[in-house]
């Protein structure tokens, strides 16, 4: 059976973890990274030597980085699902997995450490304001695109897109800040997915 390796509080690997509740993918899960076993161990540096979770073990194929996990999963499994065989339609979901990965995850990096993880290396209140301000203007570049795109990110089909920004504003709405505007577009496609039943697994209220 294909085996997930990561602990499940770990929003990279609740990427993957919804993908294959959405395509109805069996698989077994073993809890990887702080807390549980160590991602330093030999057994895990084979897989991934960059020591970091999430690692799919399917069969004899071995993958790391949560967005190229899913991919991979959407594309064996989808049947067009959550990714789009068309070059035009996958690339617009694919552009914004990217985004997510690279401007939306360096925007909150800093607030998210100091704020939720209590980082003693992200205390700097300069910092963790700063970081708050990007965070909601990358928050409020989703909102406007939301605002036109239709009912998901990528138009009007869920997707993969809609998997791993989901998580992110998940993530925005949780963390305690000081300001954060209200967004109604994010409000109204949020309710929109957590109706979803693979949703409503992978993003409870204590998990952020």
């Known amino acids: 059976m294909m085996r997930i390796l990561g602990k499940a509080s770990s929003i990279n690997v609740r990427k993957v973890l919804w993908t294959a509740s959405e395509l109805g993918i069996a698989f077994e899960r073993e809890d990887w990274g702080s807390g549980f076993r160590s991602t330093q161990e030999p057994e895990f540096l084979a897989l991934n030597p960059n ?59 800093y607030a998210f450490m100091g704020l939720l993880r209590n980082s003693p290396a992200h205390q700097d209140p300069v910092q963790i304001a700063a970081s708050i301000a990007g965070w909601n203007r990358q928050m409020g570049l989703l909102e406007r695109h939301l605002e036109t795109a239709g009912d998901y990110v990528a138009g ?22 000081d300001e954060r505007p209200g967004y109604p577009a994010i409000a109204a496609w949020m309710a929109r997915l957590e109706v979803r039943p693979a ?6 209220d204590n998990i952020v």
């Open 156 to 177: 009007g089909a869920f997707s993969l897109a809609d998997i791993v920004l989901g998580l992110s504003a998940h993530r925005w709405r949780k963390t305690p800040m």
């Open 51 to 109: 020591a970091m979770v999430p690692v799919l073990v399917d069969g004899d194929v071995v993958l790391w980085e949560s967005n190229t996990i899913c991919r991979y999963l959407a594309t064996r499994h989808g049947d067009g699902r959550l990714l789009p065989a068309e070059a035009l339609a996958r690339a617009k979901v694919e552009q914004w997995m990217d985004w997510q990965a690279t401007e939306l995850n360096n925007a909150w990096r």
């Open 199 to 204: 949703a409503r697994a992978w993003l409870p």
